[in-house]
T-cell receptor
Framework: EADIYQTPRYLVIGTGKKITLECSQTMGHDKMYWYQQDPGMELHLIHYSYGVNSTEKGDLSSESTVSRIRTEHFPLTLESARPSHTSQYLC?????????????FGEGSRLTVL | AQRVTQPEKLLSVFKGAPVELKCNYSYSGSPELFWYVQYSRQRLQLLLRHISRESIKGFTADLNKGETSFHLKKPFAQEEDSAMYYCALRTGANNLFFGTGTRLTVIP
């Protein structure tokens, strides 16, 4: 079934640890996105990719990095997690043609850094 | 710079009453506006887009360029409408900018 998957759903780790949030989609979409959302705040775009080997930073500066080696996979990495990285991270994807602007979201990864 | 403003964080209405969720935007180009909804324990999903001029689950939204608004309306609220609603603006760069969201509670 076509879907977008995020793992882990919940993660609690200590300061200084390296973490990778996984995002995979089986929808055949070429565009993928990472949004960060703090409680009661806007969703902020932190990274996006329009295709393999193409990644761009979003409107919110983030210490995280992303890669797009395969069309269906768009992992987000924090080399050294800090409490300020505690947040919800949402992955999304969208198709190109026709480009309706609709984003399809995963269930999210809630990260807590102690 | 582009911005989306949803002035109400919380909105409660009684079942059967009209509901209006406000959204204002600022953008110098030609805007595309969307409403996304997140029901309890579900993912964020598209509710409607202004280009389609459609009514989804009884909700409509009209783009008012003069007032730079895209308010979401429904004449008779239902309990199943209780959810978090986000207004979003797509710019020419094809990225979506979201507001802070409004949590709608429909009281039985």
């Amino acid at each position: 079934e076509a879907d977008i998957y995020q793992t882990p759903r919940y993660l609690v780790i200590g300061t200084g640890k390296k973490i990778t949030l996984e995002c995979s989609q089986t929808m055949g979409h070429d565009k993928m996105y990472w949004y960060q959302q703090d409680p009661g705040m806007e969703l902020h775009l932190i990274h996006y990719s329009y295709g393999v080997n193409s990644t761009e930073k979003g409107d919110l500066s983030s210490e995280s990095t992303v890669s797009r080696i395969r069309t269906e996979h768009f992992p987000l990495t924090l080399e050294s997690a800090r409490p300020s990285h505690t947040s919800q991270y949402l992955c999304a994807s969208s198709g190109s043609a026709p480009n309706t602007g609709e984003l399809f979201f995963g269930e999210g990864s809630r990260l807590t850094v102690l | 710079a582009q911005r989306v403003t949803q002035p109400e964080k919380l909105l409660s209405v009684f079942k059967g009453a009209p509901v209006e969720l406000k959204c204002n935007y600022s953008y110098s180009g030609s805007p595309e506006l969307f409403w996304y909804v997140q029901y309890s324990r579900q993912r964020l999903q598209l509710l409607l887009r202004h280009i389609s001029r459609e009514s989804i689950k009884g909700f409509t939204a009209d783009l008012n360029k003069g007032e730079t608004s895209f308010h979401l309306k429904k004449p008779f609220a239902q309990e199943e409408d209780s959810a978090m609603y986000y207004c979003a603006l797509r710019t020419g760069a094809n990225n979506l900018f979201f507001g802070t969201g409004t949590r709608l509670t429909v009281i039985p």
